[in-house]
């Protein structure tokens, strides 16, 4: 990449970002290509987001041709794609109405603010919520408060009140934090920003199940897990529970900013018009690219074969002689203490291969769900001499 671009781009450019010297500009499918025609594979997908690939006929036809029809109207009207997208949301989640937003932090936001206007409507004192050590929530004030981790809050205080901390796979821990005013319990079922952790099960459903005993609000972020990344709708779905409410994002619009927060009817039944709302939130742009993204990821054993694509990129991994751990394509490989994880990253990318960096010193796998095993295995190739 041209040395100018980079320091125009450190000139101009807030720092808050550890930016690589690389600039995209096209991308086929898992493939990307940066200015020179420098072909990478891409086990990143813009974190999590990009479900479908690069240039996707499908969906880059439904953008085409909602930009020449309408890209954008208030939340004031009716839209029909938005309705459509809702209807499949609801159809495969334990929820029964769905708020539309732009991003992960906006639809967890939103569902502290519901969780909390529930039990006022109810007229219980009740706004705390409980989340776990090492989660991930977002970057606004109370998602930051709600991310038990200082690394994420120093220098942002006072943040807002009402958010206590448990100690994650630890039900002493839970249950400790628990009171009167707890309203709602908020957990990711696959750690990712924290390390791609994934929850244990029986520690999962006996923690539902105290939250139902004890009408505690459960609620799932299924920001980076759900839209099929780990071969089932949403993450939950694995473990045989039925949250209240479910937030979702990233690979939902397949590149297109759209989160939403997915709520059973009576908690939903709090967001009156005025309490909550969004400008973009939903717009056609947004909700005709994730109705092709639903489509796609629901058609017939499309999640079976991420699962599967899943197990084999996990095999392969183990062959290197790491230890992945997570499920379907959102895969987690610690690294010991003597190999960086951001060294290996950065060598990859030279060699062609992008791959991310999560929690303490982990090599995140968060490929495109439509990638193909002889593409696995390309990047595995690439990665291998990277650790050699
Ligand atoms: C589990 C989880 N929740 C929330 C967020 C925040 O999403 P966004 O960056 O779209 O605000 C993320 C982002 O990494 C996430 O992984």
Do not use: W
Not at 20 to 48: C, H, N, Q, R, T
Not at 103 to 115: D, F, H, M, Q, V
Not at 205 to 222: G, R, T
Request: with cysteine; glycine share 10%; net charge negative.
């Amino acid at each position: 990449m041209e040395k100018g671009f980079v320091e125009e781009g450190n000139t101009y450019l807030i720092g808050n970002y550890a930016r690589y010297p690389v600039s995209f500009v096209k991308g086929e499918g898992v493939y990307l290509y940066d200015e020179a025609g420098k072909k990478y594979i891409d086990m990143l997908a813009g974190i999590a987001v990009n479900t479908l690939g690069y240039n996707h006929p499908k969906l880059t036809k439904a953008i085409c041709e909602q930009a020449q029809k309408i890209i954008h109207v208030s939340n004031l009207f009716y839209i029909q794609p938005q309705i459509e997208v809702a209807k499949i949301l609801v159809e495969n989640s334990s929820g029964d109405k769905v708020f539309f937003c732009n991003s992960g932090a906006e639809a967890n936001e939103a569902a502290i603010k519901l969780a909390r206007r529930y039990f006022y409507d109810k007229g219980e004192n009740r706004y705390e919520i409980i989340t776990f050590e090492g989660g991930f929530h977002g970057r606004t004030l109370a998602t930051v408060k709600a991310t038990a981790q200082p690394k994420y809050q120093e220098g942002f205080e006072p943040l807002p009140e009402g958010f206590k901390y448990a100690k994650i796979n630890d039900i002493e821990s839970i249950k400790s934090q628990i009171t009167e005013k707890t309203a709602a319990i908020m957990i990711e079922v696959i750690q990712g920003e924290g390390g791609v952790k994934p929850v244990k099960k029986d520690f999962l459903q006996e923690l539902f199940s105290i939250a139902k005993e004890k009408e505690i609000l459960f609620l799932v972020d299924e920001v980076q897990t759900g839209i099929g990344r780990t071969g089932k709708f949403f993450a939950y779905q694995h473990f045989g529970i039925e949250p209240d409410i479910i937030t979702s994002a990233k690979g939902l619009g397949g590149g297109v900013p759209v989160g939403a927060v997915i709520a059973k009817e009576e908690i939903a039944k709090s967001f009156i018009p005025g309490t909550h709302g969004s400008t973009f939130g939903g717009n056609y742009l947004a909700t005709v690219s994730a109705k092709v993204v639903l489509e796609e990821i629901l058609k017939e054993g499309f999640l079976e074969e991420v699962l599967e694509k899943g197990e084999y990129l996990k095999e392969k991994l183990k062959s290197l002689g790491l230890k992945p751990r997570g499920k379907g394509l959102m895969i987690g490989c610690p690294l010991p203490e003597e190999i960086k994880a951001s060294d290996i990253a950065n060598k990859s990318l030279e060699k062609g291969l992008v791959i991310g960096t999560a929690g303490e010193n982990t090599l995140r796998f968060v490929p495109p769900l439509i990638i193909k095993k002889v593409e696995i295995d390309e990047a595995i190739n690439i990665l291998a001499s990277v650790l050699d």
